[in-house]
């Protein structure tokens, strides 16, 4: 056709494509940075994989694109289930305790020192290992006979109390 400079046509399709490829790249941007900390939960950060100090409360929330990332952490009380605890008495006898179940809460001002020495699994290691162990060492010291007859309502209040004294330890 005449009349029709070719150089601009040309031009105006690298244009376009130049503007696709950045608005690309900011959408990408924007939905990698958005995220939602539900109610009952803050939000940890890592920025390259090193946790940060930055706690977020509940809300909708950005953080740099590609460089962080979050963890969702559950502040509220919270119950689990144990698996089975095998444990063996003073006189010898291996007994099993089934369904022991544990409720756990976390202060957010401890949060990030928690993760950063124990890991995100730290309910694990700081609750659930501890229970297990206490529950072992107190079977270890008593007789059958104690531990389900004399002394059954204790154990609790003696794994709870050796538990929290552990952890205020730390």
Do not use: Q
């Amino acid at each position: 056709m005449p009349g029709l400079d070719p150089g601009g046509n040309i031009i105006c399709k690298l244009a376009s494509a130049v503007i696709a490829v950045v608005l690309a790249i900011f959408i990408a941007c924007m939905v990698d940075s958005y995220h939602k900390i539900n109610e009952g939960h803050v939000g940890i950060y890592f920025k390259h994989g090193a946790l940060r100090d930055k706690v977020t409360k509940p809300g909708v929330h950005f953080l740099m694109p590609f460089f962080e990332d979050y963890e969702e952490v559950r502040i509220r009380p919270e119950t689990f289930s144990m698996d089975p605890i095998v444990s063996i008495t003073k006189d010898g006898i291996e007994n099993t305790f089934r369904e022991v179940t544990a409720i756990t809460t976390i202060r957010v001002d401890k949060l990030v020192m928690m993760a950063k020495k124990y890991g995100m699994e730290f309910k694990k290691v700081l609750v659930f290992d501890r229970i297990k162990e206490d529950l072992r060492i107190f079977c270890a010291n008593h007789t059958i006979d104690e531990v389900y007859n004399t002394m059954f309502l204790d154990i609790v209040s003696n794994v709870r109390e050796n538990v929290k004294s552990s952890i205020s330890r730390l």
